[in-house]
């Protein structure tokens, strides 16, 4: 079935570094791929989005490319910043009609000065 | 526009008691989904609705039951609660839930069963 892999967190990282997120899914069809981020005690926010291969979904300064050809959504950012941190969730659209998202297991981010 | 809102959100019951959550989507929207969210399972897909139909089922048991009103409204229902439903509930909606659209969620029920 339609699964998403992403890295264990936690991840901890210092202030002004470079994040990156791995995320990779399984290949059936070409699955809207989404990135969404839950803060302590809130739901879940979209971050950002990519529709097709290649397409690269960005937002507040974090990127991700729809890379097809390795099956990877991974979620990047040039310099966090303690407010940054929050758990971080990759998910993919079902093809096949619905309207089911199939979520990985989450990665937490915390960012220290 | 103001976004989902889901009531109530805090809950707290006993086995084998029911409940009913609520959630109203974003105006416009008529597609309503929800996802079950616990540490151990994570995010799971309980069932989706569009026009008081529902199109899509997650893998959960009958006593996971929803339903859409006429104004896109929806509202969950578990009945003879378990220790196990203890979860966060969470409500996203969608213009039409098809193609690539995008799914906002709401900011969850946290059902406690004692």
């Known amino acids: 079935g339609n699964s998403v892999t992403q890295m264990e967190g936690p991840v901890t990282l210092s202030e002004e570094a470079f994040l990156t997120i791995n995320c990779t899914y399984t290949?059936?069809?070409?699955?809207?791929l989404f990135w969404y981020v839950q803060y302590p005690g809130e739901g879940l926010q979209l971050l950002l989005k990519?529709?097709?291969?290649?397409d690269k979904g960005s937002n507040k300064g974090f990127e991700a490319t729809y890379r097809k050809e390795t099956t990877s959504f991974h979620l990047e950012k040039g310099s966090v910043q303690v407010s940054d941190s929050a758990v971080y969730f990759c998910?993919?659209?079902?093809?096949?009609?619905?309207?089911?998202?199939?979520f990985g297991t989450g990665t937490q981010l915390k960012v220290e000065l | 526009k103001a976004g989902v809102t889901q009531t109530p959100r805090y809950l707290i019951k006993t086995r084998g008691q029911q409940v009913t959550l609520s959630c109203s989507p974003i105006?416009?929207?008529?597609?309503v989904s929800w996802y079950q969210q616990t540490p151990g399972q994570g995010l799971q897909f309980l069932f989706e609705?569009?026009?008081?139909?529902?199109?899509n089922k997650g893998n959960f048991p009958g006593r996971f039951s929803g339903r859409q009103f006429s104004n896109s409204r929806s509202e969950m229902n578990v009945s003879t609660l378990e220790l196990g439903d203890s979860a966060l509930y969470l409500c996203?909606?969608?213009?039409?839930?098809?193609?690539?659209?995008?799914?906002?969620f709401g900011p969850g029920t946290r059902l406690t069963v004692l």
């Open positions: 290949a059936t069809g070409y699955p809207s």
């Open positions: 996203a909606s969608s213009l039409t839930g098809t193609g690539t659209d995008t799914q906002y």
């Open positions: 990519a529709t097709k291969a290649d």
């Open positions: 998910a993919r659209l079902d093809t096949g009609g619905g309207n089911k998202l199939t």
């Open positions: 105006s416009g929207h008529r597609s």
């Open positions: 609705y569009f026009s008081e139909t529902q199109r």
